[in-house]
């Protein structure tokens, strides 16, 4: 059994690195390379986080003196702040647009019952189909990739993954408009988790310039070529979005540090924390604009924030137990959520959605015919209650006015001081339901029949609804079937203990952070975002101690929601810890015994253009010969600067012996800017490239452009070591050696320290400890 195990660790291993196949031109048997280019039938290919520090690099970089260095200092601020303002305005215009399309809609909706309810009703699904309509018609026809919420596709991207697609200028349009049409159509979903990617996008096309294809684009923006800065200017771009979701800039940076990102410094958390700063004046000004009434429906209820800062005072100790019971509740029903959406995904993706857009239309459209069905049809099954006694210095109304936000709807009930209960979180935007469930001084307000019938139509229609062709985040939805069985389990801890001072809002504010916790997986972000939406600091640690337990009943399922539909749409994520059967197996054994594809130094153009078209790989070593005649590995080649190369045709040479690789005579190369794939494009294709007949009989000298330090490793290192750095430098390429035959040195820590000048001291050096060794 062991045995048996241990093979298919190793082979679970090997899935995850792809090879280099056997050729029999330019075979080098003294190398390996370890790769995590994946295959381009999914649409997604490897990210190159890695600086090439070749010719073009060192002379660009000499060029640049400490003015060049403030500048791009100071450039790399501007483009936060304009990520922050421009994600800032975007939430605005959703959130204006989805409150005012609900808040038209219910207002019409409840004119109308008051004379026929079966006309409300009818008009009531009309309404939301053709919001939901609209949202599925776009994405379907003008931005597949803006369908879902979008984050497994952001996490993936800054994981070094990149899918082709999800950050273009109509993705982003998509995304805007698809998700007022789906939030504002009623369905079980929310806006936040497209706000996520809504900022990545509005980051990554400051960071290009804007989008060439629809003419508007900017010269002067394009500042940023690498794809490690425009990895940095993403990461802002999420963080960004989780802040104008929530109005929670804190929640914003630890959501992009604990959720997204891969790779972290204290320099770009700095300037992550100043874009979700700005997203929150930006919010906030637009608030206070809108507060006048110049946004119509919209108000202070607009952005996701429940004030339950006149709550429940304080706990007592037995409270922990049902608070401990709600942490293993949400667990299992955050668990049970992933696992259900895993089930429907596959469905949709193996029987449903291959029939084409038509189809995923059609299921839209049914999806919310039933979801209004269901949320106007089942709160007139229930009996309405009698209003109770009004408090004199509160403010909730029972029952409320007709169309105005807030708690006790008059719904179906044959006397005007009734209200059902059902209706009051079932007939109402998802912002206010949760609103609803989380006041406090409301004891008894919902009934536990009710809270139970909506807890299972709602938790339904939220698995069947996530993974239809809208834009859909998980948020919200999450909240409110955690709120809900939160404030059941409140109800029934006070009626036991009987006493005056327990709030059942507290208790529904606890279930909704245990469910995310259990199916989202997130803790210290969570923690931080749901103190800062409730304005309550004095639940934290009954909120850190619910998400403790719901994450740990959640893991021993499975993983969490991203993780998880990250892999079922083959996105090929590095998570922080390898695998356990990884330390049993070496980099020699996943490279297998085939022989690598390597190029000459000298390389004539027809045969690098015979390779280009055999393969799909990304990178080739590129092998020299000593005076001696022994082969020497020089460096690494990318297939993205061949095709520059190949396009370029500036250093096509007569000659196949080398040229100089500082350039002498040939002034005239691509600059180190040429080589960067622009991200709204898959870059050039050597189907795109015509050469004549000429060309393919010149040489190319490969020196002055390869990668001449590459990351090596020993062929027995262990795949766990491999795995570490390929994640935490972002690398898409390892060599394998052979064990070194000597050792010209040795560096450490005190190597890399830099003395400071001194009056008795050289200007600045590196202090060298390092000692040759044979």
């Given at each position: 059994m062991l045995s048996n195990h241990f093979e298919n660790g190793t082979e679970t291993a090997r899935f995850a690195w792809s090879r280099l196949p056997h050729s029999d031109d330019g075979e080098f048997d003294g190398v390996g390379l370890l790769s995590t280019t994946t295959s381009n039938r999914n649409g997604v290919e490897s990210l190159d986080y890695e600086v090439i520090e070749n010719y073009a690099y060192r002379e660009e970089q000499a060029q640049r003196g400490q003015l060049f260095v403030i500048y791009n200092a100071s450039v790399k601020w501007f483009f936060a702040l304009l990520i922050g303002i421009g994600t800032g305005l975007a939430a605005v215009f959703i959130n204006i647009s989805v409150e005012n399309f609900a808040g038209w809609k219910f207002a019409l909706i409840f004119n109308i019952i008051q004379k026929s309810y079966l006309a409300g009703c009818l008009i009531y699904i009309l309404i939301n189909l053709a919001l939901v309509f609209s949202s599925v018609y776009i994405i379907t026809q003008f931005a597949p990739a803006a369908a879902g919420s979008g984050i497994p596709e952001i996490k993936g991207y800054l994981n070094g993954v990149d899918i082709h697609g999800i950050l273009l200028f109509r993705t982003l349009i998509g995304k805007i408009f698809g998700s007022i049409g789906s939030v504002g159509g009623g369905l079980a979903l929310g806006k936040e988790g497209p706000l996520v990617h809504t900022g990545a996008c509005i980051a990554s096309l400051l960071g290009q310039g804007g989008s060439t294809k629809y003419h508007l684009s900017s010269r002067w923006l394009q500042g940023f070529k690498s794809e490690r800065d425009r990895r940095d200017l993403v990461t802002c771009g999420c963080a960004a979005g989780v802040a104008a979701a929530f109005r929670a800039p804190v929640g914003g940076v630890l959501f992009a540090l604990e959720e997204v990102t891969s790779w972290w410094r204290s320099q770009l958390m700095w300037r992550v924390f100043f874009t979700s700063a700005i997203?929150?004046?930006v919010v906030r000004v637009a608030m206070g604009w809108c507060k006048s009434g110049n946004c119509g429906h919209f108000g202070s209820g607009g952005f996701i924030i429940w004030d339950i800062s006149d709550?429940?005072?304080?706990?007592?100790?037995?409270?922990?137990?049902?608070?401990?019971?709600?942490?293993?509740?949400?667990?299992?029903?955050?668990?049970?959520?992933?696992?259900?959406?895993?089930?429907?995904?596959?469905?949709?993706?193996?029987?449903?959605?291959?029939?084409?857009?038509?189809?995923?239309?059609?299921?839209?459209?049914?999806?919310?015919?039933?979801?209004?069905?269901?949320?106007?049809g089942l709160p007139l099954l229930r009996n309405c209650s009698p209003c109770p006694v009004s408090d004199p210095g509160s403010e909730i109304e029972c029952p409320r006015a007709p169309g105005v936000d807030g708690n006790y709807v008059n719904f179906y009930c044959s006397k005007d001081n009734e209200y059902n209960d059902l209706a009051t979180i079932f007939f109402n935007t998802q912002d206010d339901a949760i609103r609803n469930l989380f006041s406090a001084k409301t004891i008894h307000e919902f009934s536990a029949q009710s809270l139970l019938t909506f807890l299972v139509m709602f938790y339904t229609l939220a698995v069947v609804t996530f993974g239809t062709a809208v834009p859909a985040g998980q948020f919200v939805p999450g909240i409110v079937i955690g709120s809900t069985y939160g404030r059941l389990v409140g109800i029934f801890t006070v009626n036991h203990y009987k006493k005056l001072n327990i709030e059942e809002g507290t208790y529904a504010l606890l279930g909704a952070a245990s469910f995310l916790g259990g199916s989202m997986r997130m803790t210290v972000s969570l923690c931080v975002?749901?103190?800062?939406?409730?304005?309550?600091?004095?639940?934290?640690?009954?909120?850190?101690?619910?998400?403790?337990?719901?994450?740990?009943?959640?893991?021993?399922?499975?993983?969490?929601l991203y993780e998880e539909q990250a892999r079922l749409r083959g996105i090929p994520l590095l998570e922080s810890k390898p695998k356990y059967e990884m330390r049993k197996v070496t980099a020699r054994e996943v490279c297998g015994n085939q022989k690598v594809l390597s190029l000459p130094r000298v390389v004539k153009v027809a045969d690098v253009v015979s390779i280009l078209q055999s393969n799909k790989h990304n990178g080739f070593p590129v092998i020299d010969h000593t005076r001696n005649g022994e082969p020497l590995v020089i460096g690494l080649m990318l297939r993205s600067h061949l095709l520059v190369l190949l396009q370029?045709?500036?250093?096509?040479?007569?000659?196949?012996?080398?040229?100089?690789?500082?350039?002498?005579?040939?002034?005239?190369?691509?600059?180190?800017?040429?080589?960067?794939?622009?991200?709204?494009?898959?870059?050039?294709?050597?189907?795109?490239?015509?050469?004549?007949?000429?060309?393919?009989?010149?040489?190319?000298?490969?020196?002055?452009?390869?990668?001449?330090?590459?990351?090596?490793?020993?062929?027995?290192?262990?795949?766990?070591?491999?795995?570490?750095?390929?994640?935490?430098?972002?690398?898409?390429?390892?060599?394998?050696?052979?064990?070194?035959?000597?050792?010209?040195?040795?560096?450490?820590?005190?190597?890399?320290?830099?003395?400071?000048?001194?009056?008795?001291?050289?200007?600045?050096?590196?202090?060298?400890?390092?000692?040759?060794?044979?």
């Open positions: 997203v929150a004046v709550g429940q005072e304080d706990y007592s100790f037995e409270e922990l137990l049902p608070m401990a019971l709600i942490g293993v509740i949400g667990g299992l029903l955050g668990a049970l959520f992933n696992q259900l959406t895993i089930y429907v995904t596959r469905w949709r993706r193996n029987y449903l959605h291959k029939k084409g857009n038509r189809v995923k239309i059609y299921e839209a459209c049914l999806i919310s015919v039933l979801t209004s069905v269901i949320s106007f975002i749901m103190v800062e939406i409730t304005n309550n600091l004095k639940f934290l640690p009954l909120i850190m101690l619910v998400l403790l337990i719901s994450k740990a009943v959640g893991d021993v399922f499975n993983e969490g370029s045709r500036i250093d096509f040479q007569h000659s196949p012996l080398p040229c100089h690789s500082t350039g002498g005579s040939r002034a005239i190369r691509p600059n180190y800017s040429e080589f960067a794939k622009p991200v709204s494009s898959k870059g050039i294709s050597i189907n795109d490239i015509y050469l004549s007949s000429d060309d393919l009989e010149m040489y190319i000298d490969l020196a002055p452009f390869l990668n001449p330090s590459p990351y090596v490793v020993p062929e027995d290192m262990s795949l766990t070591k491999v795995y570490n750095l390929f994640r935490q430098l972002g690398l898409r390429h390892i060599f394998v050696v052979p064990r070194a035959s000597r050792v010209i040195g040795v560096i450490t820590r005190k190597d890399l320290l830099i003395e400071e000048e001194t009056e008795d001291s050289t200007p600045t050096e590196l202090q060298s400890t390092s000692r040759s060794a044979t």
